[in-house]
C-alpha cells in the first residue's frame, strides 16, 4: 500500500499513460519516465513510480518488460482508450485537455 493519498496516485497514473501515448513508440524506461513526469511538475521518486507502473500493469493499461536495472512501460491498446478518454477505469484520474 502506497503512502500517497488515492487522487494524487490517480493523477501520477494518468500522466504516466498521457506521456507514454505521446511518446513515439509509445514506450519507455522508468528512468526516461520520472524524467518526464518530473518536467510536468509530477515529483516522485523512482520507488513511487515502479509501484504505480506495476499497478498499471495489473489494470492491463501498460506492459512491463523488466531488465533489472531498467523497467520498460509500454502502453497497452486499453491504456490508449484510458489516456485518450475512450473508457474510464477506477483508479485512474483525469488530466485536464491542456496537459495532455
Do not use: Y
Not at 499513460?17 to 514506450?27: M, P, T, V
Not at 519507455?28 to 509530477?42: E, F, K, P, S
Request: hydrophobic share 45%.
Amino acid at each position: 500500500m502506497s503512502d500517497l493519498p488515492s487522487a494524487v496516485r490517480e493523477h501520477l497514473r494518468a500522466h504516466i499513460l498521457a506521456i507514454l501515448q505521446d511518446l513515439e513508440g509509445r514506450e519507455a524506461n522508468d528512468v526516461i519516465l520520472l524524467d518526464l513526469l518530473r518536467a510536468r511538475g509530477v515529483t516522485n521518486g523512482a520507488d513511487v513510480l515502479r509501484r504505480e507502473l506495476e499497478w498499471l500493469a495489473e489494470a492491463d493499461c501498460v506492459a512491463l518488460r523488466d531488465f533489472g536495472e531498467l523497467l520498460i512501460a509500454e502502453i497497452t491498446p486499453r491504456g490508449l482508450q484510458v489516456a485518450s478518454d475512450q473508457i474510464k477505469l477506477r483508479g485512474i484520474g483525469r488530466l485536464p485537455t491542456k496537459r495532455r
